[in-house]
């Protein structure tokens, strides 16, 4: 599987998780990626590799040895890790290529979002918002 940043500069492949995939709730990661979580796998670093742009890369630690990698150019969060592990932590609202599988399920929620429940089932549009009078104009991303 391949995944990018935005800006296309930095790109990866990863071979294949090591466990499920999660929805991370935990504050740094909601604060990271500014949203109610971020979509997690683990892969051995043995099944991850940089394929162009990671002089790109810079990290934050948010934890002492928890590097959190993101593209210096558009802001990206791509993977994180601990550095003594041996598996990167893959940040999948970066991939670019379908998984073939799906989130399993939440943790850290007692650190989660209060205006957000994961059961609360809401309307879905197939794109943006309906109506051509919104405020903000564009409503994707």
Not at 25 to 43: D, I
Request: aromatic residues 10%.
């Amino acid at each position: 599987m391949k995944g990018s940043c935005l800006c296309g500069v930095v790109v990866y492949e990863v071979d294949e998780f090591a466990a499920p995939i999660v929805h991370c709730h935990c504050r740094k990661c909601r604060k990271a990626h500014g949203s109610a979580f971020s979509t997690t796998a683990p892969a051995l670093r043995e099944h991850f590799r940089w394929l162009q742009g990671q002089d790109k890369t810079r990290f934050f630690e948010s934890t002492p040895g928890k590097r959190r990698h993101f593209c210096a150019d558009c802001g990206s969060h791509l993977m994180a890790e601990w550095v003594d592990k041996p598996a990167v932590i893959i940040r999948l609202g970066c991939l670019d290529d379908n998984p073939e599988t799906t989130p399993k399920v939440h943790i850290w929620r007692s650190e989660g979002a209060p205006w957000y429940d994961p059961d609360t089932r809401l309307p879905q549009w197939p794109e943006g918002r309906p109506g051509k009078n919104q405020p903000g104009g564009r409503s994707q991303g």
